[in-house]
């Protein structure tokens, strides 16, 4: 499985963005996929998840209410709306894919897309 972020970029507190996600590969093995962030001197932390039916979802509190998590499994993509950003959503955004091929499971990651909020 390969994964591509896109869509990060400078923005300003108040502001919206949409990050996608494109897989590609055997992603008819994924089961579930997810956001994570890492801000600077920070660990990389679970922003976002989704089931790969798209019919579960979960958020960290810090953005409930303020980001959607979603998927077209049509287009092999996933995207995050952010919206009503703060500065505190700064940081490196990454799209995880966890695989299941009987009997094991893998993670995958893409390379990472910046996100900054100034105030």
Do not use: H
Request: charged residues 15%; glycine residues 12%; contains cysteine.
């Amino acid at each position: 499985v390969q994964l591509v972020e896109s869509g990060g970029g400078l923005v300003q507190a108040g502001d919206s963005l949409r990050l996608s996600c494109a897989a590609s590969g055997s992603t008819a093995s994924i089961k579930a996929m997810g956001w994570y962030r890492q801000a600077p001197g920070k660990q990389r932390e679970l922003v976002a998840i989704i089931t790969s039916g798209g019919g579960s979802t979960n958020y960290a509190d810090s953005v409930k209410g303020r980001f959607t998590i979603s998927r077209d499994n049509a287009k092999n993509t996933m995207y995050l709306q952010m919206n009503s950003l703060k500065p505190e959503d700064t940081g490196v955004y990454y799209c995880n894919a966890a695989s299941y091929r009987d009997p094991i499971w893998r993670n995958y990651w893409g390379q990472g897309t910046q996100v900054t909020v100034s105030s």
